[in-house]
């Protein structure tokens, strides 16, 4: 008895210290890699949304001169000043953004979501592949770098485990009010990322509309229809759907219409093929074909394998061992996350945008079900050098009879909820594979945290995209108040990130930033009379992913 609430004591020993893992990682990234400052206008666009919404707007008051201010992810009309995003990561962005440290959120999510990943993999398979899911997702590099920014793909990581794990707990109890939580918390995915949201949903919906047609119901489930449940699902589905057709209503003035597909972004956002623009300004056209978009999944492909764990192997290599050389013990539960994979990615096929900020971000939500594919492929490797090495053993030793049923036991296929760990420590055959296995995975682990976790830092430390605020660093050597600072740089997105990130969307902060537009300038200054102006120019050389400031001015200018 003590020794089994030893162990259980040291199962929940591993929450906290997950939890810390990722939080205390992503947190030292934010600050000595970022600055705690958006690297991309995406990002700066998500904090000025959350600053908006702190202030009880849904959108702010177009700015007068608008050229001082337009750019970035935002739309600007004669009388709105808003983000083209939909409002989910910005409602859970906005306490912390009216608190001052907006930085705090995504680490936090993120910790949370590895601690999460227990409960994902104990819903699906069983406690064991829980535990190990967790301690894979706490030392993924893709976790914690994709944590340490202000990318809404964190809260819709965070959404998709809550509501993965509340479908399976709804489809196992029966309970509608699980199916409701579970169908809302799928709405908060499409409040945040519509495009994913949809495509993950589509294995789910299958799933549940599988069960109620064949009218199935778990024996522990109370004596109740199971389109009760389908339909507390829907209902809560479409109540979140609702709140994000009423703020495209009085964003965009049109229920169906997103913000990054209105007039001013249709082009950029178009999902299909044929004609697009790309480029940091928008410029260059080209012709997105089927083949661009089967490139595209096997570049988010190659990303998840460089980065998931940051192994000296494919990272995806047990996952791919799972179906491609033990297809006989292959569960359903491994094809249900292979499907909902693959529906994920399959989506991204039509989307012509691609870049590999974070690695494969697009597609980052389907990282839970890579992890306990993971797992189970590392699972099932052991379970085969376990039942060989123990044929081995049993050869010498037992009848051809004995040893025939030993070796059917082996090639059977696994039952749901089986351990990883279940026959460890059964007789000393079955601790060598186990051994081998354990400190091969660990050796993975070390190359991961003394090579890839290095590398993947020196490239977001070096200025990534103009993450570095070098006038921050200026401002807090001088006692600057009540001004007004013009900012010039040949990088395209640094003076838009600087405004969004750091100005009031009511332009009511002691310092504003502002686009310097030369001649112009006299407008912005009679309209903010009364302010000290100020320019600052920055000049960067290298790619716009790794660039390096080579000329900084700061000068005061005469109103």
């Keep these: 008895m003590g020794q089994r609430n030893q162990r259980f004591a040291g199962q929940w020993l591993l929450f906290p210290l997950c939890f810390l893992v990722v939080f205390g990682a992503a947190n030292f990234v934010s600050y000595f890699a970022f600055g705690h ?6 990002s700066a666009s998500y904090v000025f949304q959350a600053r908006t919404f702190s202030r009880g707007l849904l959108y702010a008051p177009a700015p007068h001169p608008s050229i001082f201010f337009k750019g970035g992810q935002t739309i600007m009309t ?13 409602l859970m962005l906005a306490p912390w953004a009216a608190a001052g440290i907006p930085w705090v959120l995504n680490p ?29 997702a706490a030392f993924s ?16 990581m965070f959404y998709v485990l809550i509501f993965a794990i509340l479908f399976k707990k709804a489809l196992s109890s029966g309970n509608t009010l699980m199916y409701a939580m579970s169908g809302f918390a799928l709405g908060f995915v499409i409040l945040t990322r519509p495009y994913t949201g949809f495509a993950l949903s589509i294995p789910f919906v299958a799933r549940l509309f599988f069960v109620t047609a064949r009218r199935e119901l778990p024996q522990t489930a109370p004596p109740r229809s199971p389109l009760s449940g389908a339909a507390a699902f829907l209902a809560a589905l479409t109540a979140a759907g609702l709140i994000l057709m009423a703020y495209n209503t009085a964003t965009n003035g049109n229920p169906l ?21 790309t480029g940091v300004s928008y410029g260059n056209k080209f012709e997105f074909t089927p083949r661009d978009g089967l490139n595209h999944v096997l570049q988010f492909v190659g990303s998840f394998n460089r980065q998931l764990f940051g192994w000296p192997i494919p990272d995806l290599a047990f996952a791919a061992l799972l179906f491609l050389l033990m297809f006989r013990r292959t569960a359903k539960e491994d094809f249900f996350q292979l499907g909902v994979f693959l529906s994920v990615l399959g989506a991204h096929v039509f989307y012509w945008y691609i870049d590999d900020v974070f690695g494969p971000r697009l597609v980052y939500e389907t990282t839970p079900m890579l992890i306990v594919l993971t797992v189970r492929g590392l699972m099932e490797t052991y379970a085969i050098l376990n039942g060989k090495w123990l044929l081995r053993f049993k050869k010498a030793t037992e009848t051809v009879p004995q040893l025939e049923r030993a070796r059917a036991q082996h090639d059977a296929p696994p039952q749901e909820n089986n351990s990883f760990m279940e026959n460890q420590g059964r007789g000393t055959a079955s601790i060598a594979p186990f051994a081998m296995l354990a400190v091969l995975v660990l050796c993975f682990a070390v190359f991961s945290l003394t090579k890839t976790f290095p590398a993947l830092y020196d490239k977001y430390s070096h200025n990534y995209i103009g993450a570095k605020c070098g006038v921050c660093r200026v401002i807090r050597g001088k006692d600057i108040h009540n001004a007004v600072i013009l900012i010039r740089s040949n990088h395209v997105r640094f003076a838009s990130n600087m405004i969004l990130f750091h100005d009031s969307p009511l332009l009511d902060n ?9 001649d112009q300038n006299p407008l912005i200054m009679r309209q903010f009379r009364g302010r000290i102006f100020y320019l600052y120019e920055a000049y960067f050389t290298g790619s716009w992913e790794r660039s390096q400031m080579v000329f900084e001015k700061f000068t005061r200018l005469s109103s």
């Design 37 to 42: 400052t958006p690297h991309i206008s995406d």
């Design 78 to 90: 004669n009388d709105k000043w808003y983000s083209i995003y939909p409002p989910g990561h910005a």
């Design 108 to 136: 936090l999510l993120g910790a949370l979501s590895a601690t999460l990943m227990y409960f994902y993999g104990k819903s699906y398979y069983g406690k064991n592949i829980g535990i190990l899911s967790m301690i894979l």
């Design 141 to 156: 590099p893709l976790i914690i770098f994709m944590s340490s920014e202000y990318m809404s793909h964190a809260t819709c």
């Design 257 to 277: 219409k997103l913000g990054y597909t209105t007039a001013e972004w249709a082009t950029v956002s178009k999902l299909g093929f044929g004609e697009r623009i």
């Design 510 to 518: 002691d310092v504003v930033f502002a686009r310097d537009q030369g």
